[in-house]
């Protein structure tokens, strides 16, 4: 068979194969050139799902008589009219191809009126037969109504969905447009009934509108600038989690795109705090210089190419990472420094508690004088009388204690967002009540939080100290744990020592810990080890210690952390409830279970029907 041209009609329908993949797909360029003809007002109304019409009309600025036939051309555009400007392209829009492609697969009609013009033009297009332009009637703007979508394309129809199924994909290509630009208001019908309005306002609101309540409460604003680069918008909370990636949007420059880098680059930063397979959810806004990225790499535009792709990696990774690891409650909480010392090994403190805290039963003996030095009270306050089955039995207070004009809300929120501790639960949960009501810690994961990530800024710093034990350790070890250790001491490795462990062979199946790290001194030691030791076997001592670090202190924080079922006293739940407030993404333990909830008042009136 010779060689020969393909008729045009055939290449606009080749290429509508590519950019007009369903009825989304055609309404999503159309949205997209009238927000680049300066639209402030979008209508769009569908007939079955858009199958059989999606009209879409505008207030932009509308296309002059004598250019509505290019309109309808392929490889006809205003965007773009040399190779620098496809470069360093601004506009959503810029081929040249998509109302030409969606005009050969369907029956089309534009309809324009620019502010300078008595009246406006239409112009029809059905398959590769183009009309007679001729006056018509439209206010300034556009409207385009596309009909029969593949009606000359049989075999592509088929492979739609059902009505319900397309209707679902333009709503999600209207609700991605809408999303990023709240400047603008957008109004969808879908046979005849209005679905969705949105009003112009501040960007907030329209998340919300888009995404609803339930995603705004839990969610926080992003707004980092660096080098050129901007990234702002809304991230959800951790908590606030999906089991698919639906409430993703991310845009450069205005756009919506399907990146993997930036997706890479925002899963890492949520890796610490999400909970195994979820999805984190966010609208997300990449602003740059339009000539370090090329967004000329997809039919659809949907996917771009940075010239640095390191240099956005890092900025979007380290902006979202710095968002979620703001501690517990508020930016003025306490520092570490000031949490108390107790068994946890946290540091001294002159940390003020309400004396009411020593009003309550503690679930086991704590020396008076710690209540002397906080509170300034007599020494018997708060101090107990253990009885053999275990109940204790608080001693009268003075008569002036607490003080008659005591009330928990004259301590500032702002200080101690997580108020202060005033029960423990089956050994499990910690009660606190702060200014909004009642607070529920699951201790074990929040001091499992707190530990990890003393760990990673002990190592991030070099500054894991070990602690020797008194006794070394012993343990029977099988032959790859001892190899493990005898390759570590041959090669000269300092893997073990930079976590802060010393470990030695005693014998062909016997090893010694002799020291382990400082801070987990209270963990078991031969467990500790063990994983250690199974890490730097299977990933080796570079990857250990970069690639699957985290996934090492993790585990080494977990077996540290404070146990269920082990009674903590009130001064050890407070110190614990300090520590989280100064902790980094605390909110979460670093297998990205929630830590801590909050029941308002109001929702504890509800639940016994105050007020009713």
């Not at 009825?23 to 402030?40: F, H, I, Q, Y």
């Not at 535009?301 to 517990?328: C, G, M, N, W, Y």
Request: contains cysteine; aromatic residues 8%.
């Amino acid at each position: 068979m010779r060689i020969h041209l393909l008729a045009d009609q055939l290449i606009s329908q080749i290429a509508a194969g590519e950019v007009v993949e369903r009825p989304a797909s055609a309404l999503k360029e159309l949205l997209e050139n009238s927000l680049d003809a300066g639209s402030t007002d979008i209508q769009v109304s569908l007939l079955q799902g858009g199958i059989k019409q999606l009209r879409v009309v505008d207030n932009g600025a509308g296309v002059a008589k004598e250019d509505l036939a290019l309109a309808l051309t392929r490889h006809a555009t205003s965007k773009i009219s040399s190779l620098e400007d496809l470069e360093s392209v601004a506009s959503l829009g810029f081929r040249g191809e998509a109302l030409a492609s969606i005009a050969s697969i369907s029956r089309t009609q534009l309809l324009s009126r620019q502010v300078a013009s008595k009246h406006a033009w239409r112009i029809a297009a059905e398959g590769s037969e183009i009309s007679m332009i001729e006056p018509a009637a439209l206010d300034a703007g556009t409207m385009i109504e596309v009909t029969d979508l593949y009606f000359n394309t049989p075999a592509r129809r088929k492979f739609l969905k059902t009505e319900a199924t397309e209707f679902g994909h333009c709503e999600e290509a209207f609700n991605r447009v809408a999303l990023s630009r709240p400047d603008v208001s957008f109004m969808l019908q879908h046979n005849g009934r209005a679905l969705s309005r949105f009003a112009v306002g501040q960007p907030e609101r329209r998340f919300t509108d888009v995404l609803g309540n339930e995603f705004a409460a839990e969610s926080f604003s992003v707004d980092e600038s660096s080098a050129g680069l901007r990234l702002w918008g809304m991230a959800a909370r951790p908590t606030f989690n999906r089991n698919t990636r639906d409430t993703q949007y991310v845009y450069v420059n205005g756009r919506f795109v399907r990146d993997k880098l930036i997706a890479h680059a925002i899963r890492q930063a949520y890796q610490d705090v999400l909970h195994h397979d979820r999805h984190p959810a966010f609208v997300l806004f990449l602003e740059l210089d339009p000539a370090l990225v090329d967004v000329n790499v997809h039919p659809a535009k949907t996917e771009v190419r940075f010239r640095d792709a390191q240099a956005i990696h890092r900025f979007i990774f380290h902006s979202l990472h710095k968002a979620l690891a703001t501690p517990t409650g508020a930016s003025n909480a306490v520092t570490a420094s000031q949490a108390v010392r107790n068994p946890f090994g946290y540091a001294p403190s002159n940390t003020p508690y309400p004396s009411y805290q020593s009003q309550i039963n503690l679930s086991a003996n704590a020396p008076s004088s710690f209540y002397q030095t906080m509170f300034g009270t007599s020494a018997n306050v708060g101090s107990e009388r253990q009885y053999e089955n275990n109940e204790s039995v608080t001693q009268s207070q003075p008569d002036d204690f607490p003080p008659n004009n005591f009330s928990p809300n004259n301590f500032s929120p702002n200080n101690f967002p997580l108020g202060f501790a005033v029960a423990q639960i089956h050994g499990v949960y910690v009660l606190a009540q702060n200014v909004q009501g009642l607070v529920v810690v699951d201790m074990h994961a929040a001091h499992e939080r707190i530990m990890y990530e003393k760990l990673k800024n002990a190592l991030d710093s070099k500054s894991v100290s070990m602690q020797p034990l008194l006794l070394p350790v012993s343990f029977n070890a099988d032959k790859l744990e001892v190899a493990t250790v005898q390759e570590a001491l041959a090669s000269g490795d300092a893997s073990l020592q930079q976590l802060g462990f010393d470990i030695a062979i005693l014998s062909p199946t016997t090893l010694a810990v002799r020291a382990v790290p400082a801070m987990l001194q209270e963990a078991d030691a031969v467990t500790l080890a063990r994983d250690v030791l199974r890490d730097l076997r299977e990933y080796g001592a570079s990857r250990a210690l970069t690639e699957r670090r985290n996934e090492l202190l993790g585990t080494m924080a977990c077996h540290a952390a404070v146990r269920a079922n082990r009674s903590l006293t009130i001064p050890e739940m407070n110190a614990l409830l300090r520590d989280m407030e100064a902790t980094e993404r605390s909110g979460q333990c670093n297998h990205g279970r929630p830590t801590w909830f909050q029941v308002s008042m109001s929702d504890l009136d509800k639940m016994f029907m105050r007020g009713q």
